[in-house]
């Protein structure tokens, strides 16, 4: 069972093909970044998410982010 802020990842990335950055998806759920990292951490272990190099779709940083597979 995904927790609440993995449940809240998957919901913002839906639909996305770009990825979000830990501080933009943190900011977004009024979390911390840590909680964050730990959600996309969920994700890429049960293999519904990659994290990867490039630009976030939020603030176009260029780094790790997020994106569903």
Same mark, same amino acid.
């Given at each position: 069972m *995904?927790s609440? #802020? #993995?449940e ?10 770009e ?6 998806s943190a =900011?977004?759920?009024g979390? %911390? ?6 959600a996309? =951490? ?9 994290s990867?190099?490039? #630009?976030?779709?939020?603030c176009? *940083?260029?780094g %790790?982010? %997020?994106?569903?597979?």
């Amino acid at each position: 069972m *995904r927790s609440a #802020a #993995a449940e809240f990842l998957v919901g913002s990335l839906h639909g996305l093909r770009e990825g979000v950055c830990v501080d933009c998806s943190a =900011n977004m759920m009024g979390s %911390t970044r840590h909680e964050m990292v730990e959600a996309a =951490n969920e994700l890429v272990l049960d293999g519904s998410g990659v994290s990867e190099s490039g #630009a976030c779709v939020s603030c176009q *940083r260029v780094g %790790t982010v %997020t994106r569903l597979r």
